[in-house]
């Protein structure tokens, strides 16, 4: 690992533990692994995105560099010092206003709210169209708004490295565009793993692409991000 | 939906519910005489004399005895939900618990008199023995319906044991603990007249005995209704509580 490295990804596989029969006993097939001797680096300041087919073991993978899935074989080194994720869901707690949700994260890791803070707080929600949804409660926002909270909580902390799993799923091109410009314009410098398999996303966000052909997470190729059309063959004829 | 509203349309239901009782009572006083099935109107005008001076400290003994068993069921049974949740041991307390609710209110009533004797503790060992099982079922079953993904958001975000049980295990308890308060008084009130009628020389349900032996249906019914109304004032004001300071948690609000 090189000092500069904010992620080392090393050999690592993932097994899930075979599925009980019916009867109680265990199934005779082995199950194949969901990732598998994975090795890559993002060095600080990287913005790499993981392009996969869906069920390749991409949540997995985020499941396990967060720390939430600590079964797996092989090792990694995270050197963030405030790391964040962003899931493919929202994952906003109901009984919490836009407001309360997005400084959570400040408030779990004790970051006191400072001007700079609130100033970033409310240019996100300029961007994001919800200046007026603050003390709207999730239930009372559309799919895409909550997505936009979760971006928007992942991200008003400061974050030096950011896990982004499909965190564009629900939202229209004109709103994902304003995002990633205001992403790149407010951390030009922040480490990214972006997780994918929308291919329009990729050179919008990040520099390189890590594409897997198989649907599981083992052997790829490392293309340019801004070479889409040589990653859209590359995709489709390998 | 706003506070206010949701305060009104649980007294809304509340009211709804006691009138449909009042409704079918009058209707089904219409086929039986009144010294099987009074009517209201009867009872109503015979309450002055039943619900009388003498009358006051048996009701303040039920309640207190309702109340003192009820919160030792209420605190013994969340404590021991939470212990099952920790321990992972939610599907054995279960069993456990529902093995206990299936002695029958009165078998128990008998050996706690046997027990205990006659006086205040029986009535009150068999609210908190027979509420219990509820309280401790529920809160164990709410803690493992925890929404996990919020519990995974938390953990990547660096949560804490105490972040966790501030921004997802108490918001998951709340409405199960409005529901066990809610069932839990009403039960509570119906088992400690279950247990003064058995083991008590005083109390709501020893009048109640006492009435019943002499087949005074009036004042049967009279009693019935005061225990009635309380559960109702009950309800309604635990809902004022929550309509007014918890109504973020009942989601969408």
């Known amino acids: ?238 | 939906m706003s506070r206010l509203t949701r305060f009104s349309i649980s007294v809304r239901n509340n009211l709804t519910g006691l009138a449909l009782l009042l409704v079918a009572w009058l209707v089904l006083s219409l086929f039986f005489p009144g010294y099987i099935l009074p009517s209201p109107g009867q009872v109503l005008r015979a309450s002055p004399a039943v619900l009388d001076v003498a009358f006051v400290p048996h009701l303040w003994l039920t309640l207190q005895r309702m109340l003192i068993g009820f919160l030792l069921a209420f605190g013994a049974g969340s404590a021991l939900g939470i212990l099952a949740f920790i321990l992972h041991l939610t599907e054995h307390l279960n069993s456990f618990m529902v093995a206990l609710q299936v002695i029958p209110g009165a078998i128990l009533g008998i050996i706690l008199l046997l027990v205990l004797g006659v006086g205040d503790w029986t009535p009150i060992a068999l609210v908190a023995l027979l509420t219990l099982p509820t309280v401790a079922i529920n809160i164990a079953n709410a803690l493992a319906k925890r929404d996990l993904s919020l519990e995974q958001y938390l953990l990547s975000a660096g949560a804490g044991r105490r972040r966790l049980v501030r921004h997802l295990y108490l918001p998951a308890l709340i409405p199960t603990i409005q529901s066990n308060l809610s069932l839990g008084f009403g039960l509570g009130m119906k088992v400690v007249v279950l247990g003064e009628f058995i083991g008590s020389q005083d109390g709501l349900g020893y009048l109640l005995n006492v009435a019943a032996i002499r087949f005074d249906m009036q004042s049967v019914m009279a009693y019935l209704c005061v225990v009635l109304i309380i559960s109702a004032v009950f309800e309604i004001g635990q809902s004022l509580v929550f309509s007014l300071f918890l109504t973020k948690y009942f989601y969408p609000p």
């Open chain 1, 1 to 238: 690992m090189m000092p500069d490295d904010m992620l080392t990804v090393e050999h690592l596989t993932k097994r899930f533990r075979a599925a009980e029969t019916p009867l109680g006993g265990h199934s005779s097939m082995p199950e194949p692994p969901v990732i598998e001797d994975l090795s890559f680096t993002i060095p600080r300041g990287g913005r790499v995105t993981l392009f996969a087919p869906t069920g390749a073991g991409k949540t997995t993978l985020i499941d396990i560099l967060t720390g939430l899935d600590r079964t797996y074989e092989g090792s990694f080194r995270l050197t963030a010092r405030n790391p964040a994720t962003i899931f493919q869901e929202p994952r906003l707690f109901p009984h919490m206003t836009v407001e309360e949700n997005v400084i959570l994260p400040a408030q779990i890791r004790r970051i006191p709210l400072t001007p700079a803070m609130c100033e970033k707080y409310e240019r996100w929600l300029e961007v994001c169209g919800l200046t007026a949804y603050t003390r709207y409660f999730p239930y009372q926002l559309s799919g895409g708004m909550k997505q936009k909270v979760a971006l928007m909580r992942g991200f008003v902390t400061d974050p030096d490295f950011v896990m982004m799993d499909e965190p564009f799923k629900s939202l229209d091109l004109h709103s994902k565009q304003a995002i990633i410009r205001h992403i790149l314009e407010v951390h030009p410098n922040i480490s990214l793993l972006f997780v994918t398999h929308a291919l329009e996303e990729v050179p919008l966000l990040t520099q390189s692409v890590l594409l897997f052909k198989t649907n599981r997470l083992a052997n790829y190729t490392t293309h340019d991000a801004s070479r889409l059309d040589t990653i859209l063959m590359e995709a489709i004829h390998g």
